[in-house]
């Protein structure tokens, strides 16, 4: 594997780093390929004295990177990008063969990597405060915005690089320090992106522990959590962990930025373009093999499109392709590991057991091209959307047929689940799609119109309500989450007026 040595990767990797610190353990954590069952590398755990060796490394850079200007700080983004443009292939082929998604997925996802870095680059020029007219006068008052400090990033398998980096570019550029747990599942990918970003450090003289990264499994993340010196945590993940995580920093006071489960739902109306519902349903229920938090879930059709959406589905799903993700002819790979192909066909029984009536029926792949076990076949089932299991966030290819008869009952089954990601409506009725996107249409934190749920383009915040968690990261003005607020009064008179007119005889 030629990319790995291009990464800057061996079997056994340091998997604590401050910079360009690197410090050794002794536990390892191993990552074998969801593609093959082949051991990709080992990575040491970080233990709690290497811990406290990167948070304290981590504060120091801090105090120098918070005093450098942020356009500097967004020359140094630039030329990260600069460097993922150079190993996109390389990297892109790494996330393809850890994680199990496919090798264009693996470049987009590395894509969405560049695309932060230039992001950053342009706001490092535009983290603007407001001005305002103060009651008083020969008064000033403006706001202005500070980093944080520490940033801690959690991140999930699934998108083991992309985002991380919409996290700590836009952590970075504010004048926050990075501290960084990538998946236990995907450690690899965390070692790559480090080491690309150590080149730049190194080369740019600046101080060690701007971008850390620690490994390990949930107890290494306890770490951050109940650190105070950790004041802004963002961690992706089930709604289970950020529960934990939640309540864990909410505890001690600090912010917490938690991007969580989804449960999907795309409406098609009888207005929309067929050939733009299959292209988005499709790809949105079969993509990285259903391991998005914006996957799609559950297709709610009206009732006199049903049949013909069926028989659609049915025919694209015999044309869909599983196997080596690397093989750009195949569209699915596998499943993240076995405990994901364990919950997958739990699913599957739980359908049964609930009433849900297979379209198209699931499975595990074997035989030659599927020895890791971890090959599944995407699944459709007619279901109710009151299931218990339909109301759950299974990671996997099912997708879920449900009926309505008005926009307001498919509005209404959209919205009655838990978790509040994204959402999408197919139609080209305007009055649908405005409907839709209204106050009292999707309550998602993403809601699209003739595109599927999966996927987000950088320049837009990203994130979900309910149970989804409620943060915000990547674009618009997501940066204001990784600073701090401060309002400032300037007083250019030679006298000091108070407040509701109250006078001292000084």
């Known amino acids: 594997m030629t990319y790995l040595k291009k990464l800057g990767l061996k079997i056994n990797n340091s998997g604590t780093w401050a910079g360009t610190k690197s410090y050794k353990s ?5 990552s074998f390929s969801p593609v093959n069952g082949t051991l990709v590398g080992r990575v040491e755990v970080t233990t709690r004295n290497n811990y406290e060796r990167v948070v304290s490394q981590a504060q120091k850079a801090f105090v120098q990177w918070r005093s450098m200007p942020a356009p500097k700080r967004g020359e140094i983004i630039r030329q990260y990008g600069d460097v993922l443009r150079k190993h996109k292939n390389d990297l892109g082929k790494l996330v393809s063969f850890e994680m199990g998604k496919s090798y264009q997925e693996g470049l987009g996802e590395v894509q969405e990597m560049i695309d932060i870095c230039d992001f950053a680059v342009g ?26 400090g520490i940033v801690g990033i959690i991140s999930a398998f699934n998108f083991p690089v992309a985002v991380w980096s919409w996290n700590a570019m836009i952590a970075l550029v504010c004048g926050n ?5 990538p998946s236990e599942k995907a450690p690899l990918c965390g070692v790559a992106c480090q080491l690309l970003f150590q080149k730049i450090i190194q080369d740019n003289k600046l101080p060690d522990g701007i971008i850390c990264l620690i490994n390990g499994d949930y107890r290494v993340g306890e770490f951050m959590t109940t650190d105070s010196r950790i004041p802004l945590l963002s961690a992706t993940g089930s709604t289970r962990m950020g529960r934990i995580v939640g309540a864990t920093v909410a505890n001690r006071i600090g912010k917490s930025l938690l991007e969580l489960g989804g449960n999907n739902a795309i409406i098609i109306t009888p207005n929309a373009d067929m050939n733009v ?5 499709v790809f949105g229920a079969i993509g990285t093999s259903g391991q998005r938090c914006t996957s799609t879930r559950r297709l709610i059709v009206h009732e006199a499109i049903y049949d013909q959406v069926k028989k659609g589905l049915r025919r694209a799903y ?13 569209h699915v790979g596998p499943l993240i590991d076995q405990d994901a192909v364990n919950n997958y066909l739990a699913a599957l029984k739980a359908i049964k057991e609930q009433g849900g009536q297979f379209v198209v029926p699931g499975g595990v792949l074997s035989g030659k091209g599927f020895e890791s076990g971890c090959y599944v076949k995407p699944a459709i089932a007619e279901v109710n959307n009151e299931l218990p299991i339909v109301q759950h966030e299974t990671f996997a290819p099912i997708l879920y047929l449900i009926k309505y008869k008005t926009l307001e009952e ?8 838990p978790q509040g990601l994204s959402s999408a409506i197919m139609t080209d009725s305007v009055r649908e799609a405005e409907q839709f996107l209204s106050a009292a249409g999707s309550d998602c934190g993403i809601a699209n119109v003739n595109i599927g749920t999966s996927g987000a383009e950088i320049g ?10 409620g943060g915000r990261e990547s674009g618009s003005d997501a940066w204001k989450a990784y600073m701090r607020r401060q309002t400032n009064t300037i007083n250019y008179s030679d006298n000091v007026p108070l407040a509701q007119g109250i006078k001292f005889n000084l």
């Not at 869909?320 to 195949?330: E, M, Q």
């Open 26 to 30: 002794k536990e390892m954590i191993e």
């Open 177 to 181: 320090v990075c501290i960084w747990k």
């Open 318 to 330: 015999k044309q869909v392709k599983i196997g080596d993700p690397l093989d750009t002819k195949n």
């Open 460 to 469: 837009g915040a990203f994130g979900g309500e309910k149970e989804t968690g």
């Open 123 to 148: 706001l490092s020029r535009q983290l603007y405060g407001l001005s305002m007219h103060s009651e008083r006068p020969q008064h000033r008052m403006y706001e202005q915005w500070h980093p944080l």
């Open 277 to 281: 519902v299959m292209t988005g349903a």
């Open 410 to 417: 498919a509005i209404a089954i959209q919205n009655n689940v």
